[in-house]
């Protein structure tokens, strides 16, 4: 397993793919920032209008998202402010890409082959590329707050922090982080599936942005057909990455835990049983 493991953070270093994930998730940080300053000057003062009505009549349609937690006004923007922001899933997209990149070129290249044939169990062989794949989708996680925070704090400065800020901060994180390993473990069993590097990708990116709208739009065909309201999309990833945004309470906390290790644990073992039964080619 640690022969594995070496083996496999040394393909991700060598790799081009790598560097330019990296280099884009570091100009995206910086850029999403810039983009937050833009938006607020220019449109500051009608903000907060604006995201009432939003949330108004995305109630009324029974979708269920929350925008507590966003700064309604450009005095309001600070780096402390907007910290947590910076982990709720801003890297998914580059992550999904790279990791589609780094299982199925394995399988594009007969290199999967060659190490199922030497003496590693399909376990430790699935098991080597996901560990591989949450570090590496944490250190970007981590490179991106980083940078949007120092990024931030250079434009509106850090602002004053509560006595208690630190502890909620790092709980907020270590659960956002939870949360990004299922993502991580998803998008490993969807490149265990197809095994190639585009339909990989093209399963990946499909996920990241059809899973919810199919989950909205089965919320509001509820609210219409049967006139209740139920709430699917507080089980999703990406919900619960916002929510953990607003602040956390019991709820959140408990929820979120369970959606991130449900889906991390069905992922995982949903792609090593199918990478276990399935003849490599």
Not at 64 to 87: K, V
Not at 148 to 158: D, I, K, N, P, R
Request: net charge neutral; charged share 15%.
């Amino acid at each position: 397993m640690k022969h594995l493991l070496k083996s496999d953070f040394y393909k991700l270093r060598k790799a081009r793919y790598f560097w330019v994930c990296l280099v884009l998730n570091l100009v995206l940080a910086a850029g999403t920032v810039f983009l937050l300053d833009f938006t607020y000057k220019m449109n500051g003062d009608t903000l907060a209008a604006q995201m009432e009505e939003q949330q108004h009549n995305m109630e009324e349609t029974g979708v269920n998202i929350s925008m507590d937690g966003i700064p309604a006004s450009y005095e309001e923007l600070s780096a402390s402010n907007q910290l947590i922001s910076f982990f709720t899933g801003n890297t998914t997209l580059i992550i999904a890409v790279l990791i589609s990149l780094f299982v199925g070129s394995e399988f594009n290249y007969g290199t999967m082959k060659n190490i199922a044939s030497k003496n590693y169990s399909r376990n430790k062989i699935y098991l080597s590329k996901l560990i591989a794949g949450v570090v590496t989708a944490i250190c970007f996680t981590l490179l991106f707050a980083l940078t949007a925070t120092l990024t931030a704090a250079a434009l509106w400065g850090f602002g004053d922090v509560s006595s208690g800020f630190w502890g909620e901060a790092f709980a907020s994180i270590g659960l956002e982080l939870l949360l990004c390993s299922a993502y991580v473990s998803v998008f490993v069993m969807f490149s265990m599936l197809v095994r190639q590097n585009g339909g990989s990708l093209a399963a990946n990116i499909c996920f990241l942005e059809f899973i919810s709208l199919a989950v909205m739009l089965g919320e509001v065909i509820i609210k219409k057909v049967l006139d209740k309201t139920v709430t699917l999309s507080n089980y999703l990833i990406d919900t619960n990455m916002n929510a953990i945004m607003s602040g956390l309470d019991k709820t959140i906390v408990i929820r979120s835990l369970c959606v991130g290790i449900v889906f991390f644990a069905a992922a995982t073992l949903i792609g090593m049983h199918d990478f276990c039964r399935r003849d490599i080619r």
